[in-house]
């Protein structure tokens, strides 16, 4: 058995390294990461985890195109996966964390191994910054310890790949070759968004036109639409959103569940068996409409 993470990222250094850690540490070694526009110092981060793992193998990909094709970058790793013995694919996007029973990918993958092809449904759910966060921690996957106490509507899905497959829209769903094996009972998607102004805002202009590109200014979608709001309000939009989003943060803050993730698993030398496994699920049953079988 042997699962490859892949990704595709923007402007991510503050991110990057923990995630790519953080996977190696439960059991991944094998790594393919497109480069999509970047101008930060993401690829110098990637670069120094590959130096400290040695036995990690990392290809990496340059996109240079501004046009949202991100199913395009995901099928092309996932085949380049598929031809160097991977046989399992997670999808990962830079601001989440596979979040699983025991933190040993391996063994949670294990049970469905038998199966020639097929998904997973995964719960996704958002984690929250709060007043008693640790300010001095710089990594935000162990800096936020509070959650959604409920999963978000939508589903994600990882693979046990089959050169005939393809995602759909991120990594909400496969569209073809579709067999689902199994809902991940014990692991689910912890997400950590909107982090911080600008971030918000750079990737709601990035993703805005490139759906604009891709699919027409004229297009439905609320991506565009979203991009075109802004585009004529300027940044008045972006204070407006920003400040929603904190006040609908602090109005719930009773609501938010305690759930941290363990520092540990983000450093080089974590060894899981001595990690706290305390674990929790989001509440409510699997709501996974985007990942289910169409009937």
């Given at each position: 058995m042997r699962p490859a993470y892949i990704t595709s990222i923007k402007n991510e250094e503050k991110l990057i390294g923990f995630n790519l850690q953080y996977y190696y540490n439960i059991g991944i070694r094998n790594f393919y990461i497109t480069f999509n526009c970047t101008t930060d110092n993401s690829v110098?981060?990637?670069?120094?985890?590959?130096?400290?793992?040695?036995?990690?193998?990392?290809?990496?990909?340059?996109?240079?195109?501004?046009?949202?094709?991100?199913?395009e970058r995901l099928n092309y790793?996932?085949?380049?996966?598929?031809?160097?013995?991977?046989?399992?694919?997670?999808?990962?996007?830079?601001?989440?964390?596979?979040k699983l029973y025991n933190y040993n990918l391996l063994d949670a993958l294990a049970p469905h191994n038998k199966h020639e092809y097929g998904y997973i449904v995964c719960r996704w759910c958002d984690y929250v910054p709060m007043q008693s966060d640790d300010k001095s921690?710089?990594?935000?996957?162990?800096?936020?310890?509070?959650?959604?106490?409920?999963?978000?509507?939508?589903?994600k899905v990882f693979a046990k790949w089959h050169p005939d497959m393809?995602?759909?829209?991120?990594?909400?769903?496969?569209?073809?070759?579709r067999k689902?094996?199994?809902n991940a009972h014990k692991i689910f998607v912890a997400h950590f968004p909107n982090r911080e102004y600008e971030q918000l805002k750079n990737k709601m202009l990035t993703i805005g036109k490139g759906f604009s590109l891709k699919y027409g200014a004229n297009s439905e979608t609320l991506q565009v639409k979203q991009y075109k709001e802004a585009l004529e309000k300027?940044?008045?939009?972006?204070?407006?959103?920003?400040?929603?989003?904190?006040?609908?943060?602090?109005?719930?803050?009773?609501?938010?569940?305690y759930d941290p993730i363990p520092k540990e698993l983000f450093?080089?030398?974590?060894?899981?068996?001595?990690?706290n496994k305390n674990f929790k699920l989001p509440d409510a049953t699997l709501l996974s409409g985007h990942g289910e079988e169409k009937t």
């Amino acid at each position: 058995m042997r699962p490859a993470y892949i990704t595709s990222i923007k402007n991510e250094e503050k991110l990057i390294g923990f995630n790519l850690q953080y996977y190696y540490n439960i059991g991944i070694r094998n790594f393919y990461i497109t480069f999509n526009c970047t101008t930060d110092n993401s690829v110098d981060v990637v670069r120094e985890f590959e130096r400290i793992n040695p036995d990690a193998i990392v290809k990496t990909f340059i996109d240079s195109s501004p046009t949202y094709n991100l199913i395009e970058r995901l099928n092309y790793m996932s085949d380049v996966a598929y031809v160097d013995g991977c046989n399992w694919i997670i999808p990962v996007d830079a601001d989440e964390i596979l979040k699983l029973y025991n933190y040993n990918l391996l063994d949670a993958l294990a049970p469905h191994n038998k199966h020639e092809y097929g998904y997973i449904v995964c719960r996704w759910c958002d984690y929250v910054p709060m007043q008693s966060d640790d300010k001095s921690d710089v990594n935000y996957f162990s800096q936020w310890q509070y959650r959604e106490p409920r999963c978000r509507p939508q589903s994600k899905v990882f693979a046990k790949w089959h050169p005939d497959m393809k995602w759909g829209t991120g990594h909400h769903l496969v569209v073809s070759k579709r067999k689902k094996i199994a809902n991940a009972h014990k692991i689910f998607v912890a997400h950590f968004p909107n982090r911080e102004y600008e971030q918000l805002k750079n990737k709601m202009l990035t993703i805005g036109k490139g759906f604009s590109l891709k699919y027409g200014a004229n297009s439905e979608t609320l991506q565009v639409k979203q991009y075109k709001e802004a585009l004529e309000k300027g940044e008045q939009y972006f204070i407006d959103l920003w400040d929603r989003l904190q006040n609908g943060r602090e109005s719930r803050k009773s609501d938010f569940v305690y759930d941290p993730i363990p520092k540990e698993l983000f450093y080089k030398g974590c060894d899981i068996s001595k990690v706290n496994k305390n674990f929790k699920l989001p509440d409510a049953t699997l709501l996974s409409g985007h990942g289910e079988e169409k009937t």
